[in-house]
């Protein structure tokens, strides 16, 4: 993909910016550094915007740390822990953590204006810092309520950077150093999200068993409680008793997740043999499945207890559909309650909700309408794009809040 | 009025770019909010009262400034919500002189609550403040024909940080526009005509439509 790809979505005017901001930044060496080249969403958005950087005329490049089973099994429970879970940590796992990050330093090519570490695996890698260089570290995950055992180790190597970015303003921590706040994207450009014809989503519907006889209601994502799909089927019911529709239900198959497995078991038995309601457990490579499913239902919905970004919202709104969602995590940064979607916290809410939208055609496009312009403004990638550029820039200037980039 | 002349100094459209900073800060009631509103900086404020109008640049009605917003839709107190909402920016020539109006409205309201409303856990007001970055946009006018056509050209970012940035953040008191027109061009009328337009009450496109609507008739009215 080039830059020029997404001007039909953004307009000239953006892709300019962009370019300017690139010249402002020419031979700065900006190098990314994470825990795995592919699978993941950091490596997924990486792969997009390494090269649209490049394009700019930007030197930025990517490295991979390596770690054995016991360093990845460490961080693993390192990243449940830091979004509340529960988990064990002895002081030997510190030493594993210290001793790959040690390895790791002997390796890896971080020589550069800006190192850019992503989430908690290589933040160790701050401790041998070069001076003259900046360093910031990419949280991608939910820290607003994490284990202590596992944050203290961690923030203490948090506190040696430059800055810190989060997702969302719940997200972060009471840092010493300057928080940033970038959202993440979606990329119009992906199967995900790419326009589809009329033809393609029939067929693609066909392929599901999803007949259109009826207005589609539709929730995309894993499943998982905090996604609360049984709840979704009690909100569905109590809408179809005056709206005659159809519910599907579309996540990851959860054939390797016990938890998943149980929820899917659970969403089985609420579902019963209500032939209104489907019930798809679908691959992970699945992406046009689910561009056909949300553009040919009526209403999307969302009704999480708990959520991290949650793109999804992102997602159906780029397709112009009205999202009812739960007021939790990122979604409210997505939705503005009434104006770009619904923001509800019950099943009863929901329903009420659902019921509207699905009686009043004109507000449900309006809403849907202002969704599209919102993330077109506010959740594309490109925009995610000139927020880095904007955050390199803001690394030499950290106390200016009105930096002139004139000539 | 005699024709114009052509300016000496052409106008440059420059265009901001906003970097959003987390403060730490954060209110669950609306004893906290006044607490924080007392002591952020100015740019907290702006970034409050100033970016959702970037954010929701297509709609019309837009939703309300953040603080407005969160009384009405979180704490779910309607009246001071709405009054919130009301405050006339337009009014304003300083931030300090909309944190005071911000913080007389709340605590006067304060005064005749018994009870505080509670954010949900999860629904607390996060502070937050703007990096405004500065940019040229490579459009620049000599004569009022020019700034027509570049007005129909530039981005949203440039009507922003000349109509909000230039007025309020900068604390320069007016909208650039207007003051190029009238100082440079001698085209009082037009620059009086264009910082009377409402620009909180606009979308950025109407915004956009108005002032190229006022520049047209302008242009006509020299040519007839």
Not at chain 1, 261 to 276: I, K, L, Q, Y
Request: aromatic residues 8%; contains cysteine; proline residues 5%.
């Amino acid at each position: 993909m080039s830059l020029r790809d997404y001007e039909e979505f953004v307009g000239s005017g953006t892709i300019y910016e962009l370019q300017l901001l690139g010249e402002r930044l020419a031979g700065k060496r900006i190098v990314n550094v994470n825990s795995t080249a592919v699978g993941g969403g950091v490596a997924e958005i990486l792969n997009r915007l390494v090269p649209l950087v490049g394009e700019l005329g930007v030197d930025m490049r990517w490295e991979v740390i390596k770690g054995g089973e016991e360093f990845f099994g460490l961080t693993k429970r390192m990243h449940n822990a830091l979004q509340g879970g529960s988990e064990v940590f002895t002081p030997h796992d510190w030493l594993v953590y210290e001793e790959t990050t040690r390895r790791n330093l002997e390796e890896l090519d971080l020589d550069a204006h800006v190192v850019f570490v992503h989430d908690p695996q290589p933040a160790g890698l701050v401790t041998s810092r070069r001076e003259g260089s900046r360093w910031v570290w990419r949280c991608h995950i939910d820290l607003s309520a994490p284990q202590q055992d596992a944050w203290r180790p961690l923030s203490e190597y948090v506190s040696r950077y430059d800055a810190a970015v989060f997702s969302a303003p719940q997200f972060s921590r009471g840092l010493e150093i300057p928080q940033v706040m970038i959202a993440p994207s979606i990329d119009p450009l992906s199967d995900k999200n790419r326009e589809l014809a009329p033809a393609e989503i029939d067929h693609l519907l066909e392929g599901l068993a999803i007949p259109r006889d009826k207005p589609i209601v539709t929730q995309v994502s894993r499943f998982d409680r905090l996604k609360d799909p049984v709840g979704v089927i009690a909100a569905f019911r109590l809408a179809r008793a005056y709206n005659d529709c159809r519910l599907v239900l579309a996540g990851g198959g959860a054939a390797d997740d016990p938890e998943g497995a149980e929820v899917v078991r659970a969403v089985r038995e609420a579902a019963g043999d209500d032939p209104d309601i489907h019930v798809l457990e679908l691959p992970p490579t699945a992406n046009l499945e689910i561009n056909a499913l949300q553009r040919a239902s009526t209403v999307i919905l969302q009704k999480s207890l708990k959520e991290g970004f949650g793109l999804t919202v992102s997602e159906a709104l780029w397709k112009a559909k009205p999202v009812i969602a739960g007021a939790v995590g990122g979604i409210p940064l997505q939705i503005t309650h009434r104006y770009s979607g619904i923001l509800t916290h019950t099943v009863e809410g929901t329903a009420f909700w659902l019921r509207q939208l699905l009686n009043a055609p004109d507000y449900a496009r309006h809403l849907g309408e202002n969704g599209r312009e919102h993330v077109r403004t506010n959740f594309l990638l490109t925009r995610h794009l000139r927020d880095y550029l904007l955050l390199f820039l803001f690394l030499d200037h950290p106390e200016e809040r009105i930096v002139y980039l004139d000539g | 009025m005699a024709n114009a002349p052509d300016a000496q100094q052409p106008f440059r459209f420059l265009s901001s770019l906003n970097l959003t900073l987390l403060t730490n800060l954060r209110a669950r009631d609306l004893a906290e909010l006044v607490q924080h509103l007392h002591s952020v900086s100015g740019s907290v404020i702006y970034h409050h009262t100033h970016h959702f109008l970037v954010r929701h640049q297509y709609l019309s009605p837009e939703p309300p400034n953040d603080f407005a917003y969160w009384i009405s839709e979180v704490l779910q107190e309607d009246r001071l919500g709405e009054q919130v909402a009301a405050i006339d920016l337009m009014q304003f020539r300083t931030i300090r002189a909309l944190r005071e109006r911000l913080l007389a409205v709340i605590e006067t309201y304060l005064e005749g609550c018994r009870q505080l409303r509670v954010a949900p856990e999860g629904e607390e007001f996060h502070f937050q403040e703007s990096v405004s970055f500065v940019v040229p946009t490579g459009r620049e006018a000599s004569g009022l024909a020019q700034f027509l056509s570049c007005m129909e050209l530039i981005g949203f970012g440039s009507l922003a940080f000349h109509f909000f940035d230039a007025r309020l953040h900068l604390e320069r008191g007016h909208n650039d526009f207007s003051e190029w027109l009238d100082s440079t061009l001698g085209e009082r009328d037009l620059a009086r005509a264009i910082s009377q337009i409402d620009p909180y009450t606009h979308t950025m496109e109407g915004l956009r439509q108005e002032v190229m609507r006022l520049v047209r008739a302008r242009l006509e009215g020299r040519a007839s």
